[in-house]
């Protein structure tokens, strides 16, 4: 089991190198946002502790590219700020789970072995619609050989459609599985639906001369195969 350290407080890094190693976790310590991406990419390793604010490039950014560059070895995300906020954006660039400083190490331990455990189990099928991919495991999206960059509500709508590709879904479906499930509709809401099916299909579908994203009058969208 090899685990990688990314945190730029040498003493702490040096404390939990130490009390991993001796867990069995064999584990090396990088200081930096971007000496800790470089060892990533690598893939040699079985999960990643990752600091958030960190001196080259922070813990949100490692995780991204991580994450578009193909390589899914858990995270776990250790950082002293503690909104909520930064949980949510940690999670959707791909983390996979969190710890607040000051934590529990025998806590810190018990995740990292149960995302040990779990690599490679709990990952969601690529959705696809034709030469349209969708891969919920590294966040990546691509249309043949493009890739797209989507902001999260975008790829959560995309995601949406993907699993009910060939259904029609309502707009009243969209909001309450993309943004609120407990979302009553209203004409707003319907409004801000049709905002951001405007959004996506100016990314994967229009750039591309697809039609993917279609739009059933009266009902709703409805995401079928469309190479162009
Ligand atoms: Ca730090």
Redesign the pocket.
């Known amino acids: 089991m090899r685990v990688l350290l990314v945190?730029?407080?040498r003493a702490l890094a040096r404390a939990m190198q130490r009390g991993l190693t001796a867990q069995g976790l064999l584990t090396d310590v990088e200081h930096t946002g971007t000496d800790g991406l470089d060892a990533a990419l690598t893939g040699s390793y079985d999960v990643i502790v990752l600091?958030?604010?960190?001196p080259g490039l922070n813990g949100y950014d490692v995780c991204k590219h991580l994450r578009a560059a193909g390589v899914w070895t858990p995270v776990l995300v250790l950082?002293?700020k503690d909104g909520d906020y930064d949980q949510i954006d940690a999670l959707e660039l791909g983390a996979d789970d969190y710890l607040t400083k000051p934590f529990s190490f025998p806590v810190l331990v018990a995740r990292l072995r149960s995302l040990i455990r779990r690599q490679g189990v709990d990952r969601e099928p690529v959705l696809t619609a034709g030469d349209l991919r969708l891969d919920p495991a590294t966040r990546q999206v691509t249309r043949g050989d493009d890739i797209l960059e989507l902001t999260p509500r975008e790829f959560g709508l995309l995601q949406f459609l993907l699993r009910n590709k060939g259904i029609v879904v309502t707009k009243l479906d969209i909001l309450q599985n993309v943004w609120d499930s407990a979302h009553d509709g209203g004409e707003n809401a319907e409004n801000l639906v049709e905002v951001y099916v405007g959004y996506l299909r100016r990314k994967v579908d229009q750039p591309f001369d697809t039609h993917s994203i279609q739009t059933v009058r009266g009902a709703g969208y409805r995401i079928v195969e469309d190479t162009g």
């Open positions: 945190e730029d407080e600091d958030l604010m960190l950082s002293a």
